[in-house]
């Protein structure tokens, strides 16, 4: 068509994520979760609380990874570092997330 401006389309590919979930809060799992945390981190209250700024250990959901499924915890101002964690937790033996906790 002449005279007309035709909108040239891009094909865009995003990257693909691992699955992701969320845990009930107090299931089995999420029990579970935060004692491998407390395992894992030394931390025996399980919460880290520095008292300087208020952070404590957060859930920040779990994910299928190469080794299977593992939960994220973030600490943004661990009292022993003072420094911002990442851990991750191993879901335990045969745990999969219902599919409606699934992202």
Do not use: I
């Not at 995003?14 to 809060?25: E, G």
């Not at 579970?32 to 025996?44: I, M, N, R, S, Y």
């Not at 209250?45 to 973030?74: C, I």
Request: charged share 30%.
């Amino acid at each position: 068509m002449v005279g007309q401006k035709t909108k040239a389309r891009l094909k865009v590919r995003l990257p693909r994520l691992p699955p992701m979930a969320f845990l009930k809060v107090r299931s089995k799992e999420w029990n579970a979760a935060w004692k491998g945390l407390a395992e894992k981190t030394g931390d025996a209250d399980k919460t880290a609380l520095n008292p300087r700024s208020g952070e404590v250990w957060q859930y920040m959901g779990s994910e299928k990874r190469p080794r299977g499924w593992e939960h994220s915890f973030r600490h943004r101002d661990h009292p022993s570092t003072n420094e911002r964690v990442y851990v991750w937790v191993a879901a335990t033996d045969g745990w999969l997330p219902d599919k409606s906790l699934r992202m």
